[in-house]
């Protein structure tokens, strides 16, 4: 495992800080123009880093698109906070990695007043008789630029898959190679189809497992034990949708966690099991509650990003 703190990032020197990290720290091997293969990747599998020009309501975005040769296979994202009718800058970069047995990336972007974004990138701790296991995925806000306005219906946990903000190619996803599903498929976190008449529809052949997706949620919510001081970290364990509803065990990304905010500050390590895990806000640590827009909007749209109590912890060594 391997931590770097970057002090001085941009939007556009991102990708080849994150590059310079897989490379030169991790041992993870050049693919060629802004991309990355992780060691014991199949033939012409890599993960590509970029900041493209974007538009409202995703600007200043940072990607991380799996490759397989020329074709892309998924796609993730995150963008730059706006608040106030304000792009916020990134003020720091936090990278953590490993080059195996389960290579991974994750990149904790912080920005101005105390917003965060989450891109990560590598293969999961597979459960199952499946080959590949390749996952990117990023977390962000769909930002009503004309108003300062924040639907929450509309934000992307990382690993949330129970949601229906962003569209499937851009919500980042797992690769699987699987015989009982009859080969190489791409699954995208993107397992809700409607939100709808108070229902929501499991799309096939999707992921989800992160916060939001009732499936962790629980061990967030009840991951503080005040009497001993510690806090429980949760793993972000994630399922493929199937037909009927169903759904299947297919493993956890390594080297990250859930973890409950309430007594812990931005940035903050923890030892646990004699580990040290750092710890962050998936995208702003709030208040329980928070105050809403003008009822014209909706009870969903809040006056500022928030995440609560929500976070994620991040193996440092």
Known sequence: MAYLLIADPT??????????????TLGWTAAGANRVAAPGSDAGITFEIGAPVSTAPYRNRNTVTLMNGNTQTAYAMIS????????????????????????YVAAVVEYTQGFFRHLYFGRLEKLGDYTGGEVVAGSTVYAHYNNDSYDEDDFQY????????????????????????GGVITAPFRASSSRTGGSQVLAQNCVLGGFRDNVNDQQVARGVNTFAGAQLLAPVNLYLTREAGRISPIGKPPGVRLVNMTNIDPGTAINVGGKTWRCFPQFRKGEATHARSSSSLGTNYTTTETSYIVGYAYLED
């Open 158 to 181: 990382l690993f949330n898959g129970f949601q229906s903000g962003i569209s499937a190619a851009s919500a980042g996803g797992v690769r699987l190679n699987h015989a009982e599903l």
């Open 11 to 24: 939007h556009t020197t991102i990708p080849q800080r994150i590059i310079d990290f897989a490379t030169q």
């Open 80 to 103: 730059a906070p706006y608040i106030m009718l304000v792009d916020q800058a990134p003020t720091k970069m936090h990278l953590f990695g490993s080059a195996g047995p389960v290579p």
